[in-house]
């Protein structure tokens, strides 16, 4: 079984910067895509950010110039750093893998908070 666990979450002024970690465990092979997505009080769970094989990268738009995405394959980790957070950022992000072609894995979910 796959099991992905978060940290990194918490509280932040806005202007500020989080970077979240996602750590795979089980068995999974390093080239599957990774990526996150988010829910925010009230509103429907959005993507964030995937990286697939090769490091290549996609962002919401939400998100594009504020947050980087990257992986270590050797460690089956996850990040996402985030930077210039402001309070519409805050949710709850939850990192995912993709095990096959066609079973996905999520994380628990790590709150991240941005005061105004």
């Known amino acids: 079984q796959v099991q992905l666990v978060e940290s990194g979450g918490g509280l932040v002024q806005a202007g500020g910067s989080l970077r979240l970690s996602c750590v795979a465990s089980?068995?999974?092979?390093?080239?599957?895509?990774m990526g996150w997505y988010r829910q925010a009080p009230g509103k429907q769970r959005e993507w964030v950010a995937a990286i697939t094989s090769g490091s290549t990268t996609n962002y919401a738009d939400s998100v594009k110039g504020r947050f980087t995405i990257s992986r270590d394959n050797a460690k089956n980790t996850v990040y996402l750093q985030m930077n210039s957070l402001n309070p519409e950022d805050t949710a709850v992000y939850y990192c995912y893998v993709d095990v096959t072609t066609r079973r996905r894995s999520w994380g628990q979910g790590t709150q991240v908070t941005v005061s105004s």
């Open positions: 089980g068995r999974i092979v390093s080239n599957n895509a």
